[in-house]
């Protein structure tokens, strides 16, 4: 699922509209996006593409996860 996708079932189904590719710095300063957040309830959605389901990508996708919710937020 495309993040248009999401934007699109959110729009359906009448729930809140992300906001889209928000600039947020890692636990080391690295500048990272955010694919949607909604802000008003510190919910975070990333879309994953085929190639996350490759080992070192998925570690990757899991080590940045774990920084997103230290950050207080819902993934």
Request: charged share 35%.
């Amino acid at each position: 699922m495309a993040e248009v996708d999401a934007v699109r079932l959110c729009r359906r189904y009448r729930l809140p509209l992300p906001t889209r590719q928000r600039v947020r710095r890692d636990s080391r300063g690295r500048r990272r996006y955010l694919d949607m957040i909604w802000d008003d309830y510190g919910v975070v959605g990333e879309v994953d593409g085929s190639h996350h389901m490759h080992v070192s990508q998925w570690e990757a996708d899991m080590v940045r996860q774990n920084d997103i919710v230290t950050d207080g937020l819902l993934v």
